[in-house]
């Protein structure tokens, strides 16, 4: 059974600090065993000239001293070989923080190898070419959405008009006209697709130029209300709004990333609901939180639900006007204006947006 065991014992297995202090540890046990032959035959001599009872209390006295060096020696080896190997490798955990660090929105910052042990500038200069590979592909990712997006968008319209022109005869058959009108939908929903790619584009290559002023974001809320009042009176939800506050931010794209959430929340709220907003000033920050009491998000896609094109199920789907973009465009919008985005659905009993702004 013993043997078993000991066949199954990998030495690659074992971890780098393990693997040096055992190596630290017999290399010191070793260099005494040196010593202590080296110097036995000497002490041989000196035992013989000595008298025979002396020779007896020096021989014991010095195998006692001798086995509790060793002894004393082996712990002090193995700690001081753990502590020296564990030491060695705080620079590795550091470099492992720096790599974790890293995201889409980093790919051009690098790690400079100077500031970094020798034996580490091959790993680091790696490193920084696989960054220099991923950040060139995410570019020109971001640039071929851009301009599939641009391009897309004239023959649409082409198509929009060209539909719309047709729908405008008056000699269409009912048939006819409900497949005319179909297609203005998709071209909608196709339009819509293309505007939203285009602006989280320009995002993402820092094209955008916001025009900040002062916004009372109050006012925003009430303005949005005051539109999507017709769609909460049919579903009987009611709309609220407390608190007040001033932000230094970009009114139209503010206004945009609200006006989303609020959509949202009307889409997924049912009858007889309600819609709130809370607009707090704490310090140097502004956090409007709008939570509603629709069918909530399950807690596991909730670090996903502000990702492109991601949604939660086949009822979050076009065909409820949605193409997963909505809540990626508040996000890329708040983060713009210096802010955060936080989404919560406690119990899953309708869904907590919180946006965070720089008063």
């Known amino acids: 059974m013993l043997w078993k065991h000991v066949k199954r014992f990998r030495w690659q297995s074992l971890s780098l600090v393990t693997k040096l202090m055992i190596l630290y540890s017999l290399s010191t046990l070793g260099l005494l065993a040196a010593i202590t032959v080296f110097l036995y035959p000497t002490w041989l001599k000196v035992m013989e000239q000595m008298q025979s009872t002396d020779l007896l209390f020096i021989s014991a006295e010095c195998h006692r001293k001798l086995i509790i060096v060793l002894l004393l020696s082996s712990f002090v080896t193995i700690f001081l070989g753990y502590w020296v190997a564990r030491t060695g490798l705080n620079r590795m955990r550091e470099f492992a923080n720096s790599m974790e660090k890293m995201s889409a929105q980093s790919l051009h910052e690098r790690i400079d190898p100077k500031e970094w042990p020798s034996e580490l500038n091959l790993l680091i200069n790696k490193f920084n070419a696989l960054l220099n590979r991923l950040h060139t592909s995410f570019v020109q990712l971001s640039q071929f959405s851009s301009d599939i997006a641009h391009e897309l968008r004239t023959p649409l319209q082409n198509l929009m008009c060209m539909t719309e022109i ?33 602006f989280l584009a320009r995002s993402d290559q820092k094209q955008l130029l916001l025009q900040k002023e002062k916004v009372a974001i109050h006012e925003e809320i009430r303005s949005l209300f005051d539109y999507y009042q017709g769609i909460a009176e049919e579903k009987n939800i009611q709309l609220s709004c407390e608190g007040q506050a001033l932000v230094y931010a970009d009114s139209l794209l503010l206004k945009r990333a609200f006006s989303n959430v609020i ?41 996903k639900i502000c990702d492109r094109f991601y949604r939660v199920d086949q009822s979050r789907s076009r065909n409820s ?23 919560s659905s406690p119990d899953q009993k309708g869904t907590c947006v919180s946006l965070k702004l720089p008063a």
């Open 263 to 303: 959509s949202n929340s009307l889409k997924y709220t049912p009858e007889n609901g309600s819609i709130s907003v809370q607009i707090q000033v704490c310090s140097l920050w502004v956090t409007v939180s709008i939570t509603d009491t629709g069918i909530g998000i399950p807690e596991e896609h909730l670090l």
């Open 166 to 198: 047709s729908l405008s005869q008056n000699n269409l058959s009912e048939p006819c006209q409900q497949l005319l009108e179909k297609h203005m939908q998709e071209y909608y929903f196709l339009s819509k697709l293309i505007e939203n790619l285009l």
């Open 321 to 343: 006007g949605g193409f997963g973009l909505g809540l990626a465009l508040v996000k890329s919008i708040i983060e713009l204006n210096q802010g955060s985005v936080l989404i």
